[in-house]
């Protein structure tokens, strides 16, 4: 008969060298899936099995807890209530490999003996608390944050705190280093001691469903639509991120929108069809987002630099990732207190990963240097926002959503123009504009005709479009730019056309009311923004 250290021997052998099973498992990372809910809110339950269902997760893998209804708890409860159950649960299960020891650490919680896990993700459903309160009588200074007053804290976000479930004694005070942090080739011991967390939440139960529902939506049909980034926040570092940001979304064909000035998109500005939005520095969700019928794609990533984007999920309209995921956003990060701009998520790192096919989740692992601290990642972590190339959206086009098919052959006429086909770019913009003429291919067609001189083909163009009575919220700011092309190509009457067009819409808000008249009583040319 084994002992007991020897079958323990083994199964860490299992772990890392892929024995009874542990090989196979790993090429299906929803096999792996953990998924949390909290066993006092049915819909948190429900929520759970939902998206087990959706993404063939074994029913055994979801876990149920007990916990608090309050987004925000105390440590005490945390390490009673959720932390210590579930890393019980999951090292008798197999899922962490660990020896537990007798005495507890300055938290409160069992130490272990740590050898890794085989979690792919775990998933925290809505209902599970959101982040934990400074507990002063639990700071212990350390080397790390000697010094430093603005380390001198140990409130956290509790999806933080559980990426590090699998480690021997994490401190809490400050935060902990990420081994899987810019490590595009993690070892299997990086991989061991990082849990990577996400969450399906929002301010309502149906919104935390539908980020389940878009992602898969957005893995059938990709990203379809325009990028949008917001530059002018208050730090350099920050900008330069962007920026680079920025330039690889243009990079990879997307018809790109850069606002460079102070302040984020203005409210009348043109943001149809965000498949892609990184942005900063605002305290809540504005500009066109903000619009009452205002919704992202299936598949949009969105992300807004700012200290506190997510100390709450369970608003429409306060602060940003809660918003976000009203407004229909599939994937978004954010932090739940201060985390500083060095210790956040680095759009970069974000961007990199995912355009490389990677997923969400291993995206967000990828972008964060810090663990123990304050941000969260919001979405399915098992989603590929690039899982089909944008060859594949050429080839069956006819196939994709109406409404956004064009945005691909966009997409393609500016891979084709970055390689120096020009020509080849023009005439695919022409010959789909002939098929349908949409708004969006309008503009494409005409920038091109503008920039290789033909700016009467331009002004033809766009002068032949035909406008709907009644243009939606998310269609008002696409419209104006039709018109402010038209002003700066010098056809003043077509451009007044235009703005008579939009002024007549029903619902308009003053504030972009007043904008459009003193436009079309001036025509004013736009303030460049790019």
């Not at 739940?336 to 969400?360: I, N």
């Not at 123990?372 to 089909?388: E, H, K």
């Amino acid at each position: 008969m084994p002992t007991r250290a020897l079958l323990y021997c083994l199964i860490l052998l299992a772990l890392y060298t892929g024995t009874n099973g542990f090989a196979a498992a790993a090429d299906n990372p929803a096999a792996r899936v953990i998924v949390l809910a909290n066993a006092s809110q049915p819909e948190s339950i429900q929520l759970a099995r939902y998206y087990a269902m959706r993404r063939g997760i074994p029913p055994a893998n979801i876990v149920t807890l007990p916990l608090p209804a309050d987004e925000t708890i105390s440590w005490s409860v945390f390490v009673e209530s959720l932390w210590q159950p579930l890393q019980d649960e999951l090292i008798q299960r197999g899922w962490i490999a660990a020896a537990a020891a007798p005495r507890l650490d300055a938290a409160g919680r069992k130490r272990i003996t740590a050898n890794g896990h085989r979690i792919s993700y775990l998933v925290l459903c809505r209902g599970v608390p959101l982040r934990i309160n400074d507990d002063p009588a639990r700071f212990v200074e350390t080397p790390l944050i000697a010094g430093n007053d603005r380390l001198h804290t140990n409130q956290a976000s509790l999806d933080s705190e559980l990426a590090t479930l699998a480690q021997d004694d994490p401190a809490i005070n400050a935060f902990l280093p990420n081994s899987l942090f810019r490590n595009t080739s993690p070892s299997a011991r990086d991989l061991g001691q990082v849990i990577k967390v996400s969450r399906l939440d929002g301010p309502d139960a149906a919104s935390a469903r539908a980020l389940v529902d878009n992602a898969i939506e957005g893995e059938r049909t990709g990203l379809l639509g325009r990028a949008y980034v917001d530059t002018g926040g208050p730090y350099p570092e920050g900008d330069r991120w962007l920026s680079e940001v920025a330039g690889t979304l243009a990079g990879l064909g997307f018809d790109t929108e850069v606002n460079r000035a102070p302040g984020t998109f203005e409210a009348a500005d043109r943001f149809d069809a965000p498949a892609l939005y990184f942005g900063w520095y605002a305290a809540a969700l504005n500009g066109p987002m903000a619009s009452g019928d205002f919704r992202f794609p299936p598949g949009a990533v969105a992300m807004h630099i700012h200290s506190y984007s997510a100390p709450t999920l369970r608003s429409t309209n306060e602060s940003w990732v809660g918003p976000l995921v009203a407004k229909g956003v599939t994937a978004t990060v954010g932090n739940v207190f201060e985390p500083f701009l060095e210790l956040t998520h680095d759009p970069r790192l974000l961007l990199a990963m995912l355009r490389a096919g990677g997923t969400f989740g291993d995206a967000v692992a990828n972008a964060q240097p810090a663990l123990s601290w304050q941000t969260i990642a919001v979405g399915d972590p098992l989603y590929r926002p690039f899982a089909v190339s944008l060859d594949e959206q050429l080839a069956r086009r006819l196939q994709l959503p109406p409404d956004r098919m064009d945005y691909a052959v966009i997409r393609q006429s500016h891979r084709l123009e970055s390689v120096g086909n020009e020509t080849e770019a023009l005439a695919l913009l022409r010959r789909e504009f002939a098929s349908r003429s949409s708004a969006p291919l309008a503009l494409a067609l005409a920038e091109k005709l503008d920039r290789s001189g033909d700016r009467a083909g331009a002004v033809a163009t766009l002068a032949g479009l035909e406008g709907s009575a009644e243009l939606a919220p998310g269609e008002w700011g696409l419209w104006r730019a039709v018109a402010q092309k038209l002003s700066t190509l010098g056809a003043g009457e077509a451009a007044r056309g235009w703005y008579r067009r939009l002024l007549a819409t029903s619902g308009l808000p003053e504030d972009i009311r007043t904008q459009l008249e003193q436009e079309r009583a001036g025509l004013i040319d736009p303030v460049p923004r790019n």
